[in-house]
């Protein structure tokens, strides 16, 4: 336990969902926990918990590189005056996503998802790497199984198959000074945001009448089956149990997989990619056939 007490870790989207509960879980660990949030409000209810080592950074909007750069020279100044430990892990978790077709996608929205999820961790992580390299720390990174084509959730998986690429990438880049990038893919998890995209999608479609009729029925049908599959969600915390352990552990895995339909993701991703589009194609003429 000393070992951890001695340690810092860096995790985005604290407000709620798996970042929330992942900061809570480790802060009871023992961990200095820097739990970063957009608004104040959502800082003075991690405060209320009552955790000395939870500490919120607020605000960090992973959209504004002046906040990015605010909170990074905070944290760089606060460990070089030895107010907080040494930076161990940086555990990338903001983010959401909207469900649409790629012709009725809000483009504002996913832009806003490619700086949260891509361009603001780079940025942000430019600056924490070399506080990572002095404690060969471990950069988490949280996604979704976006290795495959699923329809209608291009702004959820697109970024995150960029991900994968970019955690790949820096295990190549960062294995020299030892700085490990480990892939955490989550399926099914009990979180708020399912709950706002996932009820009435075409309600939520801002775009010409004519083209949402397009998808209509497929969107409803699309709908009714992920109200059923809320029921086989995994609770959030059974998600920074797993990262606990990642963080514990000497010789962690470079990718981890959690939640209901994970494992069919990581199945789908070994086989040729011409294959999983015939799957995936199969799939989705047979959920069209059975609406109709």
């Not at 002046?66 to 070089?80: K, P």
């Not at 945001?193 to 998808?215: G, S």
Request: glycine fraction near 6%; include cysteine.
């Amino acid at each position: 336990m000393k070992d951890i007490y001695s340690k810092s870790v860096l995790v985005t989207g604290a407000s709620s969902g798996i970042g929330h509960a992942v900061s809570v879980y480790l802060a009871r660990e023992g961990y200095t926990v820097l739990a970063s949030v957009r608004k104040d409000a959502d800082a003075e209810k991690l405060n209320s918990l009552g955790y000395d080592n939870l500490k919120p950074l607020s605000p960090l909007d992973l959209t504004r590189q002046d906040q990015i750069h605010a909170a990074a020279n905070s944290v760089r100044e606060q460990i070089e005056n030895q107010e907080l430990p040494p930076l161990y892990s940086v555990i990338f978790i903001a983010g959401g996503g909207k469900i649409a077709p790629v012709e009725l996608m809000n483009i504002s929205d996913f832009r806003d998802e490619l700086e949260k999820r891509l361009v603001g961790n780079i940025t942000l992580l430019q600056e924490m790497i070399p506080l990572l390299r002095k404690t060969t720390g471990r950069i988490l990174w949280i996604s979704t199984p976006g290795l495959f084509p699923v329809p209608y959730v291009a702004d959820i998986h697109a970024p995150d198959f960029a991900v994968n690429y970019l955690a790949r990438t820096l295990n190549l880049e960062l294995h020299p000074d030892g700085i490990k990038n480990i892939l955490v893919r989550c399926g099914g998890i009990k979180t708020p945001a399912p709950m706002r995209t996932e009820n009435n999608i075409v309600e939520q479609l801002k775009a010409p009448k004519e083209r949402v009729a397009i998808y209509e029925s497929r969107l409803f049908k699309l709908e009714e089956d992920l109200k059923k599959f809320a029921q086989k969600r995994t609770e959030p915390e059974k998600v920074a149990a797993l990262i606990s352990g990642i963080l514990r552990t000497n010789k962690p895995k470079v990718r981890y997989q959690i939640g209901s339909m994970s494992g069919l993701g990581s199945f789908l991703e070994k086989l040729p990619q011409s294959w999983v589009d015939r799957i995936m194609e199969i799939r989705e003429t047979g959920r069209n056939q059975a609406q109709a």
